[in-house]
């Protein structure tokens, strides 16, 4: 795919993740604080908020995407995505489940997200270069 595909593929990933971050957060500090016990609510808003942080990361990917697509860029993008699904995915999923062994997929949206902001960082000089 070309930089113009990624481009807004990224923003609109970005803006409707960043608004299902808003409402797991909304939902996690009024429907599920009296369901959940402490531990399992923090799970909730740690998901929450790297979700979020991951939605703005993909935002600012769609934007640098404009200044010239590189495949970095478009890798950052894609483990971002990744990150949230896997990250976020498995902490919601713990915290209304209180399955132990989700736990063990963190880890792999954590790594996705780490090296996705190294793809961007990279990513972003080659594309001002080009």
């Known amino acids: 795919m070309t930089g113009d595909r990624w481009q807004p593929a990224a923003e609109l990933a970005g803006a409707l ?33 790297y979700q979020m942080y991951h939605a703005l990361a993909l935002l600012l990917t769609g934007q640098l995407l404009r200044g010239g697509s590189t495949r970095l860029l478009r890798i950052a993008g894609g483990l971002f995505l990744a990150g949230i699904l896997l990250f976020s995915g498995s902490l919601y999923a713990l915290a209304l489940s209180g399955m132990r062994w989700l736990g063990a997929i963190t ?19 080659q594309a001002e270069r080009s």
């Open 107 to 125: 880890p792999v949206g954590g790594a996705a997200f780490l090296v996705g902001w190294g793809c961007l960082a990279i990513g972003s000089l």
């Open 17 to 49: 993740l960043a608004g299902l971050a808003v409402l797991a957060g909304a939902f996690g500090a009024h429907a599920l604080r009296a369901r959940l016990d402490p531990t399992q609510l923090a799970l909730w808003e740690t998901a929450a908020r």
